[in-house]
């Protein structure tokens, strides 16, 4: 079974300062792993993903992950915080076959917000 | 531009009727999805199809209605069976073998009087 946990509801950083979203994900098979962005009101849109080749994933807007699979971590990074990255964040995970279309979990979810 | 329509935006529903919500995608993609998403909370899945005529129920199909009779389009239905419709409406789609990367609709917000 797979699940996904985010660690911080809600996490409020100044303008210029780095972001940390913290996301701990359990799989029985080699996961794929994502990060996506909501803005209010509006869809998802992914921000970056992982799947197996490079542990360190870049993303849109200056973000990036690292996978760290002794600690089951896929942590979400940003080194300067802009006001426009204030916004919902979901950590999602995957089993990585090809056959269970249903089985995408997403977690509950970060609220950035950004202070001038 | 290619993507994912829905509309309407908003939609207001009185208890005991039906409402459909669109979803269109000009992404030629095989798979489309339908979740819920509730304050707090992460999405939820409804339902999903991954070719025309064909559609399985996700986590909480009750009270929900789908049809996948074109490639492009995948119409949600929200029945008056459904007793706590009130939520942010999402669609997605995915192509073929890339099911878990999504692209999603900018969202309809159904909202029960």
């Known amino acids: 079974a797979q699940s996904v946990t985010q660690l911080d509801s809600h996490v409020s950083v100044s303008e210029g300062t780095p972001v940390l979203l913290r996301c701990n994900y359990s799989s029985s098979y080699s996961p794929s792993l994502f990060w996506y962005v909501q803005h209010p009101n509006k869809g998802l849109q992914l921000l970056l993903k992982?799947?197996?080749?490079?542990?360190l994933v870049k993303g849109i807007n200056g973000f990036e992950a690292e996978f760290k699979k002794s600690e089951t971590s896929f942590h979400l990074t940003k080194p300067s915080a802009h006001m426009s990255d204030a916004a919902e964040y979901f950590c999602v995970v995957s089993d990585s076959r090809e056959t269970s279309y249903d089985k995408v979990i997403f977690g509950p979810g970060t609220s950035l917000s950004v202070i001038p | 531009d290619g993507g994912i329509t829905q509309s309407p935006k908003y939609l207001f529903r009185k208890e005991g009727q039906n409402v459909t919500l669109s979803c269109e995608q000009n992404l030629n993609h095989d798979a489309m999805y339908w979740y819920r998403q509730d304050p707090g909370q992460g999405l939820r899945l409804i339902y999903y199809s991954q070719i025309v005529n064909d559609f399985q129920k996700g986590d909480i199909a009750e009270g929900y209605s789908v049809s996948r009779e074109k490639k492009e389009s995948f119409p949600l239905t929200v029945t008056s069976a459904q007793k706590n419709p009130t939520a942010f409406y999402l669609c997605?789609?995915?192509?073929?073998?890339?099911?878990?990367?999504?692209?999603f609709g900018p969202g309809t917000r159904l909202t029960v009087l």
């Open positions: 992982y799947t197996s080749a490079a542990t």
């Open positions: 997605a789609s995915s192509p073929l073998g890339s099911y878990n990367e999504q692209f």
